[in-house]
């Protein structure tokens, strides 16, 4: 335990990838959004109508059945479905393992977007362990979503603390 509580405090997420993290869980709640919203423009796009079928024939991609096939095939829309379930997974291991510590700072930080201070006090942290707590939880998001080939060909960076 104090092997990997070490290595976590010398392992830093690359900027574009902490960016990201921190983007996806502060929006979780509406993850779905986005996925609807990226279907909504695609259908908007593809300009679907009653005549579609009739198109498809000389014309590739107005059937209602390409459209299910591209929102199979979309980048974004299944990044951030893999982001939902990576997220998903996470909270409920925590939560059954009952580590405090990352549940709650994921609860209050990014799900309801309490101040730095409110969640020092609640938890009771002070500022070096709140921003360590922060750290390690990013670092083992980032592990786990490399696993999942989210972030690929990306070396980790050796911090100098």
């Known amino acids: 335990m104090i092997k990997i509580q070490k290595e976590l405090r010398t392992l830093e997420v690359p900027k574009k990838y902490e960016k990201e993290i921190t983007f996806i869980l502060y929006n979780y709640k509406i993850l779905d959004k986005f996925i609807e919203k ?6 908007e796009e593809m300009n679907v109508g009653k005549t579609a079928h009739l198109k498809s024939i000389s014309k590739p ?7 299910v096939i591209k929102f199979e095939t979309d980048t974004k829309i ?4 893999q982001w939902r379930n990576i997220i998903n997974v996470f909270l409920n291991k925590l939560y059954d393992k009952e580590n405090k510590k990352y549940y709650y700072l ?3 930080k990014y799900l309801e977007n309490l101040s730095e201070e409110e969640i020092k006090e609640k938890l009771n942290y002070t500022q070096e362990e709140f921003k360590q707590i922060d750290k390690s939880l990013k ?3 980032y592990k786990i979503a490399k696993e999942k080939g989210l972030f690929k060909d990306e070396k980790e960076v050796i911090s100098n603390e």
Do not use: G
């Not at 990226?38 to 259908?43: A, P, Q, S």
């Not at 991609?61 to 459209?67: A, C, W, Y």
């Open 78 to 81: 299944k990044r951030f479905e």
């Open 38 to 43: 990226r279907k909504n423009e695609m259908i």
């Open 139 to 141: 670092l083992i998001i």
């Open 61 to 67: 991609n107005n059937t209602l059945e390409d459209i």
């Open 106 to 108: 994921i609860k209050y």
